[in-house]
């Protein structure tokens, strides 16, 4: 079974941290890569950090400023977010796909996908 689910969202002031965490089925965790993305009021979804093994890629706009990781043996994900921006204001996805393509940031490519969970920055 596939499963993808966030948690961790919610409501922070600017210059603020919140960590997101996915939890994901064995099958899911073991796939080539997996990634968060996030989807802003009347904006398209973006890329955001993915992961595949001990490499890590970054939007240049959260370098910086956010981690990815996972922990294998809790089947977990995480995105710990330092120094929030009001421009981080989002839902945010975990996704994984078991394929491999050359551009982590390529959504398109992801087959896998969780519910979401909202983050809000205020300043």
């Known amino acids: 079974q596939v499963q993808l689910v966030e948690s961790g969202g919610g409501l922070v002031q600017v210059g603020g941290s919140l960590r997101l965490s996915c939890a994901a089925s064995k099958r899911t965790f073991n796939m080539y890569a997996m990634g968060w993305f996030r989807q802003a009021p009347g904006k398209g979804r973006e890329f955001v950090a993915a992961?595949?093994?001990?490499?890590?890629y970054y939007q240049d706009s959260v370098k910086g400023r956010f981690t990815i990781s996972r922990d294998n043996a809790k089947k977990q994900m995480y995105l710990q977010m330092n120094n929030l921006k009001p421009e981080d204001t989002a839902v945010y996805y975990c996704?994984?796909?078991?394929?491999?393509?050359?551009?982590?940031?390529?959504?398109?490519?992801?087959?896998?996908w969780g519910q979401g969970t909202q983050v809000t920055v205020s300043s």
């Open positions: 996704a994984s796909r078991d394929h491999y393509y050359s551009d982590y940031a390529e959504i398109s490519e992801y087959d896998y």
């Open positions: 992961i595949r093994g001990g490499s890590t």
